[in-house]
């Protein structure tokens, strides 16, 4: 095997291992950096879509937050599930994506009750963010010292939590 | 009532209703921004402190957060209680505050699991997050239309979800 082929194969095993994290975390806070320099974060639905190294989300291409990411793609995507101390971030660029196909292909029904015109709704558009770090906090319950001694003392004890990071693409 | 008590009225109003807003949400997803422009998060437990503007969290100076912090102060606090479908988006300035006094007024046992040297450990500091805008999105059960429609129809139903903003003091 050369190295190509281990790294895309690392790549496959992170992209499954944070699949698998946030499969059952519908929603993530999504921040973004202000004109005025802010990080101001809101809540999104991850599109039901297999993971690959893109997340996606709709939005209404209007949004106030759609012209924070068209000024600046950096963004961080945080997951939550308190119920089993699970917290997942997630840093990548964030792009704007006018794709009607896209959007056909990645809607359904349930979305209509937040866009209620349906996929047909000219004014619908995705953000794809486009990963390139994940960090990862987990314990079960009886495990919680766990998790916050990965979450304070990462400098002593980095591995204890893991980040998972790739670059490039798998071809 | 003049200008300045309606001001501070209205300040301790938001500062109450935010308190209640986080108040059994113990993790939030700390965002800061790295050297490199990436955003990043880590889970941290919110001091028990009675919220009058400042949140405070406990770390090891020593930690890669703090060095972000003190590079770029911008950050952003995420508090999600998913089960309650309620988020909170925190705006705030972070810095890292050396105080052996209010360290020791801060402390609670519990966090000995954490630090376990405990709160004599010298390596031991807080950040202080001055909360300048906070943002709530927030739903029963049976009203899980309600949440999404404030997420992603910001600009048409932008009093939908509830911004709270303040500066100054409150004096």
């Not at 971030?89 to 964030?94: D, F, K, L, N």
Request: proline share 3%; aromatic share 10%; with cysteine.
């Amino acid at each position: 095997m050369d190295h190509t082929e281990t790294d895309s194969g690392e790549r496959q095993k992170s992209i499954e291992a944070l699949r698998e994290m946030i499969r059952d975390i519908h929603i993530a806070m999504l921040t973004t950096r202000s004109e005025d320099g802010g990080l101001r974060s809101r809540p999104m639905i991850t599109a039901q879509h297999e993971f690959e190294g893109q997340l996606w989300f709709f939005t209404h291409a209007d949004d106030p937050k759609v012209s924070e990411i068209v000024k600046q793609s950096a963004v961080n995507l945080a997951y939550a599930n308190p119920e089993q101390d699970r917290y997942i971030s997630i840093t990548g660029q964030a792009e704007l994506v006018h794709d009607r196909q896209k959007i056909e292909l990645l809607w359904t029904d349930e979305l209509e009750q937040w866009f209620p015109q349906g996929f047909t709704d000219p004014s619908l558009a995705l953000i794809c963010v486009n990963v390139s770090e994940a960090e990862y906090w987990g314990a079960n319950r009886n495990q919680l010292r766990g998790i916050f001694q990965e979450l304070f003392f990462e400098t002593e004890q980095n591995l204890k939590h893991d980040r998972l990071k790739w670059t490039g693409t798998a071809s």
